[in-house]
């Protein structure tokens, strides 16, 4: 329950850190900067805790998955992709890196088509 009660905390907190660098920027290019941040943050985080193996999971899961994941969900797709390239499974990196870009667009597509026929 520590885990989730972290998760919940430093998700709040980065969604609201992510909402005042958008309202700052104030156009598209705010969401381009927070998930190019949030890639270079969460690396430096992944190898931190990598590194610090002492640290309870409730630091891990709070940074990580709530602070981060609350900031930018694009930062948890570069990780899994950085992990799958640095685990030398090349193929499955780049089918995850352009099936997930190509197979979200298209997803998004249809969830504007689905809204438009229900309201």
């Known amino acids: ?3 989730v009660l972290s998760v919940f905390l ?5 969604s609201i850190l992510r909402h005042l660098v958008c309202a ?3 156009n598209h290019w705010a969401v381009m900067s927070v998930n190019l941040l949030g890639a270079m943050l969460i690396g430096i985080a992944f190898e931190y ?3 610090k193996a002492n640290l309870r999971p409730e630091v891990r899961a709070f940074v990580i998955t709530g602070m981060l994941g609350g ?5 948890t797709y570069m990780l899994d992709f950085g992990n799958l390239m640095t685990n030398a ?3 499955e990196a780049f089918l995850y890196l352009l099936g997930s870009l190509l197979l979200g667009v298209g997803f998004l597509f249809i969830g504007i ?3 438009k026929m229900c309201f």
Do not use: Q
């Open 1 to 3: 329950m520590t885990t």
């Open 10 to 14: 430093g998700g709040g907190i980065g």
């Open 24 to 26: 700052k920027i104030g």
């Open 49 to 51: 805790f990598a590194s």
């Open 71 to 75: 900031f930018t969900t694009f930062s």
């Open 89 to 91: 499974k090349l193929a």
């Open 113 to 115: 088509k689905i809204g």
